[in-house]
């Protein structure tokens, strides 16, 4: 089956600083990636949908500056959580569809923990 | 009605036992509906879809009942490899797969 994976699994920073979380699809074309959030006892909620080489959709509440989603290729985005306070904690997934569009992997996700 | 709601759980059962849960949804226009597991700290994994009156995959048994506007998880001779959250997932109507809203989950523990 189809393989996603992120980088880091786990981070653990300072207020204040900045973040990057990388989901690849490593063996197909990820025509579309989603990014979501996971906090403690809740749902995923989905926070923004990227289609390689234009701009992230983002849902409503979630602010698009503090959290910058780069999709430059098919096989790569980014989230960037921009000056990460400890509200931000949390575990992050990705998930692709590929051209089919017929079903979304899953990242194995990032928890970030900001003190 | 929130989109999608489920009994958080958690559903204590012993090794062997038949459980069910259920997953309520607000669009009667939904069309397709998915069952989810996910382990703590771990991805959600897709278990199951359901997009007419139900679904079989062993001991799994996922119905759909249109009109009252759930789908159940029927899980039988429980394992306890079983032990997880089940996460109910129903597509915005119009979206295709590749939006997803996510219910809470219920979590199963199934005991020795």
């Known amino acids: 089956g189809a393989v996603v994976s992120q980088h880091p699994s786990w981070v653990i920073c300072k207020s204040g600083t900045s973040v990057k979380i990388e989901c690849r699809s490593l063996?197909?074309?990820?025509?579309?990636m989603f990014w979501y959030r996971q906090f403690p006892k809740q749902s995923l909620m989905l926070m923004a949908t990227?289609?390689?080489?234009?701009?992230?959709?983002?849902e409503q509440g979630v602010e698009k500056d503090k959290f910058l989603i780069n999709h430059a290729s098919l096989t790569l985005s980014t989230l960037t959580v921009t000056s990460a306070h400890p509200e931000d904690s949390s575990f992050y997934i990705c998930?692709?569809?590929?051209?089919?569009?017929?079903?979304?992997?899953f990242g194995p996700g990032t928890r970030l923990t900001v003190l | 009605r929130k989109e999608v709601e489920q009994d958080p759980g958690p559903f204590n059962v012993p090794e062997g036992a038949t459980v069910a849960f259920n997953c309520t949804y607000s669009?009667?226009?939904?069309?397709?509906f998915f069952w989810y597991r996910q382990d703590c700290r771990k991805e959600p994994k897709l278990l199951m879809s359901?997009?007419?009156s139900g679904n079989e995959d062993g001991r799994f048994t996922a119905q759909l009942n249109r009109a009252s506007q759930y789908i159940s998880l029927l899980i039988r001779d429980s394992k306890l490899s079983d032990s997880a959250t089940y996460l109910c997932?129903?597509?915005?109507?119009?979206?295709?797969?590749?939006?997803?809203?996510f219910g809470k989950g219920t979590m199963l523990l199934v005991s020795p």
């Open positions: 998930s692709a569809t590929g051209t089919d569009g017929n079903e979304q992997f």
């Open positions: 063996d197909f074309q990820a025509t579309t």
């Open positions: 990227s289609n390689e080489g234009s701009k992230a959709t983002y």
């Open positions: 669009n009667s226009a939904s069309q397709s």
């Open positions: 359901v997009y007419s």
């Open positions: 997932v129903v597509p915005p109507v119009g979206s295709g797969y590749s939006t997803l809203t």
